[in-house]
T-cell receptor, first 112, second 114 residues
Framework: EDQVTQSPEALRLQEGESSSLNCSYTVSGLRGLFWYRQDPGKGPEFLFTLYSAGEEKEKERLKATLTKKESFLHITAPKPEDSATYLCAVQDFTGGGNKLTFGTGTQLKVEL | NAGVTQTPKFRILKIGQSMTLQCTQDMNHNYMYWYRQDPGMGLKLIYYSVGAGITDKGEVPNGYNVSRSTTEDFPLRLELAAPSQTSVYFC?????????????FGPGTRLTVL
C-alpha cells in the first residue's frame, strides 16, 4: 500500500524567508509524484509532476525535487500570495486508473 | 475551456435523504475520479472511471454509487445519507495516456448531513 507523509503540518514564514516542504513516500514502483496547491474553499491546483530521482522542476518561486524516498518543494523568497496548503501525491504502476495517494498537506502562511 | 465543473457548491441533507453530485469536464479526458476531503485526513478516492461505461471502487466506496454514460459526465450518487458523509467532495479528470497523468480538479461540493 502506497503511503505519503508530509512535513511540517503547518509552516509560518516571513515574506522573503525561503524554506522547504517535505514529502516522504513509500510506493511499490513510482510512476509519478505530484505537487498541488490548494487555496481555502477551492479544489487542488496542479503544480508539478516528477517521474524519476534527480528530476527537478521550477515555476516562479517554487522548485520541486525528487529522490528515491522523498520530494522537496523549495519556496524561494515567498510572498503572501504563496500562502496555501501544498499537497503531495504519488502514483504507482500497479492496478488501473492512474490512481493517486495523497498526503495530508502542509499549510503555508507567508506574512508581511 | 471551463475544465471540471461541479454542482451544487453547497448542500445540506437530512439523514436518510439521497442526492446526486454532478461533475462535468470539457477536456475530453478519459479518466475521471471522485474524492472526499475531511479535515486532517487528506483526499480519499471514492470511485473512478477509465472511460464511458467503466467504473471501479476506490478506497472509500461504501454508501456511494457512480455511473459513466458519457465521456464528459461522472455523477456521484449518495443513497441514505449519513452524518459520516459530511465532507467536501471533489471531482477530477485526467487524460489517461502515458506521460500525462496529472489530475485536474473541480471546485468542490461541500455537503453537510444533519
Amino acid at each position: 500500500e502506497d503511503q505519503v507523509t508530509q512535513s511540517p503540518e503547518a509552516l509560518r514564514l516571513q515574506e522573503g524567508e525561503s524554506s522547504s516542504l517535505n514529502c516522504s513516500y513509500t510506493v511499490s514502483g513510482l510512476r509519478g509524484l505530484f505537487w498541488y496547491r490548494q487555496d481555502p474553499g477551492k479544489g487542488p491546483e496542479f503544480l508539478f509532476t516528477l517521474y524519476s530521482a534527480g528530476e527537478e522542476k521550477e515555476k516562479e518561486r517554487l522548485k520541486a525535487t525528487l529522490t528515491k524516498k522523498e520530494s522537496f518543494l523549495h519556496i524561494t523568497a515567498p510572498k503572501p500570495e504563496d500562502s496555501a496548503t501544498y499537497l503531495c501525491a504519488v502514483q504507482d504502476f500497479t492496478g488501473g486508473g492512474n490512481k493517486l495517494t495523497f498526503g495530508t498537506g502542509t499549510q503555508l502562511k507567508v506574512e508581511l | 475551456n471551463a475544465g471540471v465543473t461541479q454542482t451544487p457548491k453547497f448542500r445540506i441533507l437530512k439523514i436518510g435523504q439521497s442526492m446526486t453530485l454532478q461533475c462535468t469536464q470539457d477536456m475530453n479526458h478519459n479518466y475521471m475520479y471522485w474524492y472526499r476531503q475531511d479535515p486532517g485526513m487528506g483526499l480519499k478516492l471514492i470511485y473512478y472511471s477509465v472511460g464511458a461505461g467503466i467504473t471501479d471502487k476506490g478506497e472509500v466506496p461504501n454508501g456511494y454509487n457512480v455511473s459513466r454514460s458519457t465521456t464528459e459526465d461522472f455523477p456521484l450518487r449518495l443513497e441514505l445519507a449519513a452524518p459520516s458523509q459530511t465532507s467536501v467532495y471533489f471531482c477530477a479528470s485526467s487524460y489517461g495516456g502515458s506521460g500525462k497523468n496529472e489530475q485536474f480538479f473541480g471546485p468542490g461540493t461541500r455537503l453537510t448531513v444533519l
